[in-house]
């Protein structure tokens, strides 16, 4: 993954985060799609269009306010030039709290084509074909079974989710007393038949629903010769078979199994981005209970090994918002610099008082920790990764890590 579509692709999540928080009071807030085939001169006719149609609308306020937005669009589609993938232009008066709107406009280059020219007018901004280019298509069947149990999911992009899970009444190899061998083996084999044949099933209403254009192929874990003898026998859907990745060993054939079989298929899932991320964190790992020193993690000891630099991957959560804040007193007694995290769509709050003289906090300066560290890596040439929390080791790395780790160079003693 390189280090411009992993940032480009943060701070495209991070925008759209922020623009899901923007609220109007009325029908005020305009979102437009622009594609690269669109006449811009098309686009113009239909907003003066919109505009003369808006002196309609009954409340003064919401007229005013949607004719504001139209009229700031009209302006600056004088000098937009329209790249390859589109534009999208987020227009409107945003409800800003004690009964304060304010004009904003945000413009975003989608990291994919935009397909269809909209014009959309709501309380709040259309943002469904630009969440659409955040989710990874691929997908990827999960299947792992026993002649006890068996678990079908899906792999979507990061994300493991179990969709059905089967138990037998497959007797055990032990028969009760009153049975012949054969007559008991003949009912054992019966009961395996039939499991198998309710797996298929299963594993037909999970597959056969995916989109088949972003359906990749199916995995199939368990123990020896289990698989085998599913797998080669007439279980599966014809178009599910044709699809079969591998066979993989799994010890568990529970929810926790899906995990373990798509740890397994590591290698043939080598090319997916879950995997380049699982990689990586697990790399970070073994240096960290290594006596290698090569580790650092948290903000304060990843920030001085970058400034000597000595960090070779810094690896930043995606799920990491936060800022460093440069305080001072205004009677001048007091000055610190100190982390905050934050949420989308968080209101400026006080800066809080002085610890020495109880005086008024004032904000000299907010900085992105993300955008800081970054340009801080890029001076030092290390490379910058950001690792999803849809997964065990992501999910650690935000709730563990604060976030921010990094594998170094050579042990600095930091």
Do not use: W
């Amino acid at each position: 993954m390189s280090e411009q579509s992993s940032h480009s692709k943060y701070e495209f999540k991070k925008k759209l985060e922020e623009l899901r928080t923007k609220k109007g009071r009325g029908t005020e807030l305009i979102s437009l799609y622009i594609p690269s085939t669109k006449q811009i001169s098309d686009v113009t006719s239909q907003l003066r269009t919109e505009h003369g149609q808006a002196s309609n609308i009954k409340s003064k306020v919401t007229r005013d306010n949607v004719q504001g937005a139209l009229e700031s669009l009209l302006s600056r589609l004088r000098y937009v030039e329209v790249p390859e993938n589109g534009i999208v232009f987020f227009t409107g008066a945003v409800d800003i709290g004690a009964n304060k709107t304010n004009m904003e406009t945000t413009i975003v280059e989608p990291p994919q084509p935009i397909v269809t020219y909209r014009y959309h007018c709501d309380s709040a901004f259309f943002l469904e074909p630009l969440e659409e280019m955040l989710k990874d298509a691929k997908t990827y069947g999960l299947l792992v079974l026993d002649r006890r149990e068996a678990t079908v999911g899906l792999l979507v992009g990061k994300h493991i989710e179990s969709y059905r899970n089967l138990t037998s009444s497959v007797p055990g190899k032990q028969r009760k007393g009153g049975q012949s061998a054969h007559r008991f083996q003949q009912l054992r084999l019966i009961a395996i038949h039939e499991f198998y044949k309710r797996i298929g099933e299963a594993a037909s209403e999970v597959f056969l629903t995916v989109d088949h254009k972003d359906f990749e192929g199916v995995l199939i874990g368990g123990p020896s010769p289990t698989k085998e003898e599913f797998d080669s026998g007439d279980f599966l859907h014809h178009e599910i078979e044709k699809k079969v990745l591998g066979l993989f060993d799994v010890a568990y054939t529970d929810e926790s199994g899906l995990s373990e079989l798509v740890n397994a298929a590591s290698e043939r899932l080598a090319d997916i981005d879950l995997m380049v991320e699982k990689k990586l964190m697990q790399r970070f790992f073994e240096e960290l209970v290594s006596d290698s020193g090569k580790s650092a993690y948290g903000e304060k000891q990843v920030r001085e090994n970058l400034n000597i630099g000595a960090v070779e991957i810094l690896i930043i959560s995606e799920g990491l918002r936060a800022e460093r804040i440069s305080l001072k007193c205004s009677n001048g007694d007091y000055e610190d610099t100190v982390t905050k995290n934050f949420k989308p769509g968080d209101q400026d709050v006080s800066a809080g008082s002085c610890p020495v003289c109880n005086g008024n906090l004032e904000i000299l300066e907010r900085v992105d920790i993300v955008d800081e560290l970054s340009e801080l890596a890029d001076q030092m040439a290390t490379q910058v990764e950001f690792i999803s929390t849809d997964f065990d080791e992501g999910s650690q790395l935000m709730n563990a890590f604060g976030g921010i780790v990094a594998i170094l160079r050579f042990n600095t003693g930091v």
